[in-house]
């Protein structure tokens, strides 16, 4: 069982190493952990899925619309209840470092492009199989962020999930736990349930629809509307 398992391992690197492109779906698993906040909250969220389509040096992330039926096996009364994924899609060119995002503010499109961060990874000696595929450890710190990937040597796409980069293989698995400022945090999990190679190669697609601003600009879009936000609900404005 051993040795089938290895030939088609063995058979899907081949295969891979001669195409241009590889196709993974990915599930991500976002959980609050409050434990050590003094606040009371109780937050339930949905796992999403997304589509990797890459190239060597272009890749697209995007979100797949799934029915999902989850519910918290205890809910409280006060439990809120949080579904995360956008529809837009997230193109990276890791040979020219930027990336564009499709978002949206107020009703209209906008396309980040900005730069690709720049990730400090430390690979690490720890081995395992994520879909039958053998990966390496890394671990990074990125803002406020701590990440563990787990990456395919064998698979030569130097990109990953969201925006996750840099590796000398493809991230098949990623935990990043992010620090909040109540004291608790975040934990995500993105996780490779399907790895393919097309039969054709598909065209990556670039967002194209949204003024085109930088992560900064659209920090201080978003910024100027909340102000105007508080100011309308918040200021004493007669709303009758």
């Known amino acids: ?20 492109q590889i196709r993974v779906e990915y599930e991500v698993q976002p959980t609050y952990d409050f434990s050590g906040s003094a606040e009371n909250i109780d937050i339930f969220a949905k796992n999403a899925y997304y589509e990797l389509l890459a190239d060597r040096d272009e890749s697209q992330y995007s979100y797949m619309q799934r029915v999902e039926n989850e519910q918290p096996a205890e809910m409280n009364e006060g439990t809120i209840i949080v579904e995360i994924g956008s529809p837009g899609i997230h193109y990276t060119n890791t040979k020219e470092k930027f990336f564009l995002k499709e978002t949206e503010l107020n009703n209209r499109p906008y396309i980040i492009r900005d730069s690709l961060n720049l990730i400090e990874w ?6 395992k199989e994520v879909q039958g595929i053998q990966t390496r450890k890394a671990t990074a710190s990125l803002k406020n962020n ?3 990937a787990w990456y395919a040597p064998k698979l030569n796409f130097k990109t990953g999930p969201d ?3 840099g590796l000398p293989g493809l991230i098949l698995e990623i935990e990043t736990v992010q620090g909040l400022q109540n004291g608790g945090k975040l934990v995500t999990n993105y996780k ?5 190679i097309p039969e054709k190669d598909k065209k990556i697609a670039k967002p194209k629809k949204g003024k085109e601003v ?3 600009e659209f920090r201080e ?11 309308m609900y918040g200021g004493g404005v007669d709303k009758d």
Request: hydrophobic share 45%; aromatic share 10%.
């Open 163 to 165: 925006k996750y980069w």
């Open 192 to 196: 490779a349930i399907k790895v393919e």
């Open 146 to 148: 701590e990440i563990t």
């Open 214 to 216: 930088t992560a900064e």
């Open 1 to 20: 069982m051993k040795n089938l398992l290895f030939s088609a391992f063995a058979l899907f690197t081949i295969t891979a190493l001669a195409q241009n």
């Open 221 to 231: 879009l978003n910024r100027k509307a909340n102000e105007r936000a508080k100011e």
């Open 122 to 127: 430390k690979i690490e000696k720890e081995t």
